[in-house]
């Protein structure tokens, strides 16, 4: 079956980024000049969703205002004559089909999924959590699909980490049955470090079947007092075969500050615009400090 729909976890507080999340959702955080979500609505447009639903909460208006047609500066822009901006904030509007609900109060991953059940309705769908980038020639999603279309079943995007950081993400463990992928076997969230699985953990791209809504509607809160969705996808493990994909490319935390950083040096280096102007500049600064 074809992955039509996407949803998108942006309802966090973004208690990292205070005092400038105080009122600005860290979901739209400029990565140079482009808000974090528009990078990840981008990834899942270009693997061939059609329909996403983000899922937000309150003071998040800014994010539906960022996709939605802003008539006013259109008109601007063109009486300037400023075609490219033009270009640029219309194709913002018109990437793809882009519904919204607000997951009332932060009772974790899970509980947000959950509010998703009729936007989904009976068809696998692709999660993409807002804090996460991925940096790579083939959209990280449209490379899970190719998985997915091979095994048909629950796929979770994996790379490993650094044993000092898997008390931050779920962590997996299971039989290796490709070069790339693992049959789940357990999974955890946030180990601590002496006691975690492995050092291979899920870093915000899942595919999964409708079946998980059963499921978390009799998950028990964990960690924190909130529903896990990786307490939800051990569950399923039971009862259908999950897959974690080893998905090629590099992987940006931009809700933590140093991923947000890196995030934007690196990107910055990459763009034609600025390349050779920020590359002197780090160049003289490095030299004198």
């Known amino acids: 079956m074809k992955i039509r729909k996407a949803i998108i ?7 990292r980024f205070l005092p400038a999340t105080k009122s600005l959702p860290k979901e739209t955080l400029p990565i ?10 981008e990834e899942a447009v270009a693997s061939g969703i059609t329909d996403i639903l983000i899922i937000t909460g309150r003071n998040k208006r800014s994010i539906e205002d960022h996709f939605d047609k802003s008539v006013e500066l259109e008109i601007e822009l063109e009486k300037s ?51 996460d980038i991925v940096d790579s020639e083939i959209p990280c999603l449209s490379q899970m699909i190719s998985c997915f279309n091979k095994y048909e079943s629950t796929i979770l995007g994996v790379q490993p980490v650094d044993k000092n950081e898997v008390n931050k993400y779920g962590i997996i463990s299971g039989n290796k049955i490709s070069e790339d992928v693992i049959r789940v076997h357990e999974m ?12 291979i953990a899920v870093l915000g791209r899942y595919i999964v079947t409708p079946r998980i809504f059963e499921i978390l509607e009799r998950v028990q809160p964990g960690k924190n007092g ?17 897959y974690a994909f080893h998905f090629k490319g ?12 890196q995030a934007n040096i690196e990107f910055a280096l990459k763009d034609r615009r600025f390349k050779e102007s920020f590359s002197k500049y780090l160049e003289i600064y490095s030299s004198i400090n």
């Open 188 to 199: 955890v969230e946030k180990p601590e470090i002496d006691q975690a699985l492995s050092n």
């Open 81 to 131: 004559n400023k075609k490219d901006y033009l270009d640029t904030v219309r194709k913002i509007s018109n990437m793809a089909k882009i519904h919204y609900i607000r997951q009332i109060e932060p009772r974790g991953l899970g509980h947000a999924i959950s509010c998703a059940r009729t936007f989904v309705g009976d068809e696998p769908f692709a999660i993409l959590l807002g804090d």
């Open 226 to 242: 909130e529903i896990q969705l990786t307490d939800a996808l051990r569950e399923l493990a039971n009862v259908e075969q999950v």
């Open 32 to 41: 140079v000049d482009k808000p974090t979500i528009q990078y990840i609505v």
């Open 250 to 261: 590099k992987r940006y935390d931009v809700g933590d500050h140093l991923g947000f950083l």
């Open 9 to 15: 976890l942006a309802a966090g507080l973004g208690t």
